[in-house]
Every structure is written in structure tokens, then in C-alpha cells.
């Protein structure tokens, strides 16, 4: 089993940043995806970024292109979402994903791809 704690939520204003904290634990895997989803209020939840180990580059979707970051600390068994120039439309409850295996780039941005899910933290962008 795998255990996913979503951290790094919170209030901020347009153009901010802040930066997202998926911390795991339990079982390891040497090649596995990650994948970052977002969810506002009465709408589908998104795919956002995702990163594949032990190879391959991150995908982000169109929106948060050129603005969020996908990165790890291997040490720290932690995967973050680094999110700059913030706008209103990213307000919405972010969750962190993991999935076993080594998903090909069609399916990253699938929820249904993923095994294990953090339990969200909420993001604010607002004045």
C-alpha cells in the first residue's frame, strides 16, 4: 500500500505562487507515474501535470503550461507542484496521484490511470 499526504494549499493572490507537497510512503516502485489533478467547485476534475520515473519528461496541461512545475525529492519520498503566476481560474482542490506503473503519455492524464490519491489540499487565488 501506498499513503499520499497532500500539503502547500492556501490563500493567494493573483500573479503569487505556491508551491505543492505530495509526501509518500509505503511500498516503492522503480518505475511509477505521478500525476498532480485539480478539482473546482461543480466542475469535472483535470488532469495538471505528471512525471513518469525512473525516465521520461513531465506533461502539463495547455492551462498551467510555462507556469507550474513538476518536481521530487527522492530523499524525501516527496513530490511537489510548484505553481507560479497564479490566476483565478486555478482555485480548486488539488490532489496528487500515483499510479505503479509506467503510464504512456494518453494515459497520465486519465484519474482512472492511478492507484493511490492524496486527500487533496485546497487552493485560493484571489484579491
Known amino acids: 500500500q501506498v499513503q499520499l499526504v497532500d500539503s502547500g494549499g492556501g490563500l493567494v493572490q493573483p500573479g503569487g505562487s505556491l508551491r505543492l507537497s505530495c509526501a509518500a510512503s509505503g511500498r516503492t516502485f522503480s518505475s511509477y507515474t505521478v500525476g498532480w489533478f485539480r478539482q473546482a467547485p461543480g466542475k469535472e476534475r483535470e488532469f495538471v501535470a505528471g512525471?513518469?520515473?525512473?525516465?521520461?519528461?513531465?506533461i502539463y496541461a495547455n492551462s498551467v503550461k510555462g507556469r507550474f512545475t513538476i518536481s521530487r525529492d527522492n530523499a524525501k519520498n516527496t513530490h511537489y507542484l510548484q505553481m507560479n503566476s497564479l490566476k483565478p481560474e486555478d482555485t480548486a482542490v488539488y490532489y496528487c496521484?500515483?499510479?505503479?506503473?509506467?503510464?504512456?503519455?494518453?494515459?497520465?492524464?486519465?484519474?482512472?490511470?492511478?492507484?493511490?490519491w492524496g486527500q487533496g489540499t485546497q487552493v485560493t487565488v484571489s484579491s
Open positions: 512525471s513518469r520515473y525512473s525516465s521520461g519528461g513531465p
Open positions: 496521484a500515483l499510479s505503479a506503473k509506467y503510464l504512456i503519455v494518453t494515459t497520465m492524464t486519465s484519474g482512472n490511470a492511478y492507484d493511490y
